[in-house]
């Protein structure tokens, strides 16, 4: 009787397998397909090093035996922060690939391109790696959950600092014309109200441009006495660089994107960024002040198998090891239903995850109405060497 009853509860079981199997395209019983683009080259290639660190964390879970008996084959390609090639890229994912569900792509130029084909073909949008606002609303983008503090959380946490520190001052902006810039300059007008006309001065780059010169001259020329950076690393470098030239020395804040140790402030000089600040939401690999930090060490053990070589300075590294972090709660979550419908859910439904490398105090909480892993950041500044964290956690409201 014994051995009839499992013969059913086997047969049972193969038949509950099998229909998980055929909702969930991109899964077999050894393995799971993600699928990703970051640019390894292009005008934002510094960027690409997110990717590199994701891939070694997988390839770390890989190692262990991956996850409930599967291993992750992340497929990832070069968009070289090209719209254009993001799409092409992401159609083979999806169509010629077929995997599972997207996971961490980058970019926002790329993002934008490429979500409205992503929600079409009803593929989960995991974690992507942009703050821009629009991302963040949930019934515009059902499949898509975002891994960076929102452009307007951000933008507007700089806005009140300054508000703060020099209430009654000139700001100048410096943004990248796109939606990550326009969001920052967004972020700003209902702090500034009435005097966001008369006391912010903004100003453009294309990604084309070779470089911001002559938007930086201009930005002094109207002497704010407070500035904003907002943009990418090569820009940025290039914003500080000649401000340094200039001897301009405004009270200047470098969005979190930007604002890269090993490819922002060491082309310029680790000394002569002293006093540049930022809001962050993780820990510097490279400071003596997390030497004994566990999350830090395992990292720099991670690094040194998985990443020979690489400038941990970047934090891009680290941010990728953090979003592998975050996949591997996710797949973690869903166990054995690896439907997209199942990692849609589970994307919404991370409660209190803490990872080992975020600042103290932050936490991942995603729903169905709020689809942002990080809402928290806290103000740090550069004196020289590192970063030294201001004030507690905040978020914008």
């Not at 100048?172 to 009435?194: C, E, M, S, W």
């Not at 020329?221 to 940025?236: N, R, V």
């Not at 053990?301 to 998985?306: C, G, L, N, R, V």
């Amino acid at each position: 009787m014994s051995r009839i009853l499992f013969a059913a509860l086997a047969a049972s079981l193969a038949l509950t397998s099998g229909a998980v199997a055929a909702d969930a395209p991109g899964v077999t019983a050894t393995e799971v397909k993600v699928g990703a683009t970051f640019p390894f080259s292009g005008p934002a290639s510094s960027l690409g090093n997110t990717g590199k660190g994701l891939i070694g964390y997988v390839n770390q879970i890989n190692d262990r035996g991956g996850i409930n008996g599967r291993k992750i084959n992340l497929i990832t390609y070069d968009d070289a922060y090209s719209p254009p090639k993001a799409v092409e890229h992401t159609r083979k994912l999806i169509e010629s690939d077929e995997v599972a569900f997207m996971f961490g792509q980058l970019g926002t130029p790329s993002n934008s391109a490429t979500i409205k084909y992503i929600t079409g073909k009803k593929v989960p949008d995991t974690f992507i790696t942009t703050g821009a606002t629009k991302f963040t609303d949930s019934k515009e983008y059902p499949l898509t959950t975002t891994s960076l503090p929102s452009y307007d959380t951000e933008g507007k946490v700089y806005a009140k600092y300054f508000k703060a520190q020099l209430p009654n001052a000139k700001v100048g902006i410096l943004y990248q014309n796109d939606d990550l810039g326009k969001d920052f300059v967004n972020a700003f007008k209902p702090i500034y109200k009435d005097e966001f006309a008369s006391k912010v001065v903004a100003l453009a780059y294309e990604v084309a441009d070779p470089t911001v010169d002559s938007q930086v001259v201009n930005l002094k020329a109207a002497a704010p006495e407070a500035l904003l950076i907002a943009g990418t690393p090569k820009f940025a470098a290039q914003a500080l660089r000649k401000m340094n030239e200039m001897g301009w020395k405004p009270l200047t804040l470098v969005n979190f994107v930007a604002a890269s140790i090993g490819n922002t402030f060491v082309p310029v000089g680790l000394d002569k960024v002293t006093g540049v600040m930022t809001a962050g939401f993780q820990k510097d690999a490279t400071d003596p002040k997390w030497k004994d930090d566990q999350g830090v060490k395992d990292f720099t053990a991670f690094a040194q198998k998985y990443l020979p070589g690489a400038d941990l300075s970047d934090q891009n590294y680290l941010y990728g090891y953090q979003q592998g972090m975050i996949l591997e709660q996710l797949l973690k979550q869903a166990g054995n239903d690896l439907s997209r419908e199942n990692i849609l859910k589970q994307s919404k439904s991370f409660k209190d995850f803490v990872l080992p490398t975020t600042l103290p105090g932050i936490k991942i909480n995603t729903s169905a109405a709020v689809n942002q892993a990080y809402t928290q950041m806290q103000m740090q500044r550069w004196n020289g060497k590192s970063w030294d964290q201001l004030g507690d956690v905040v978020k914008a409201d």
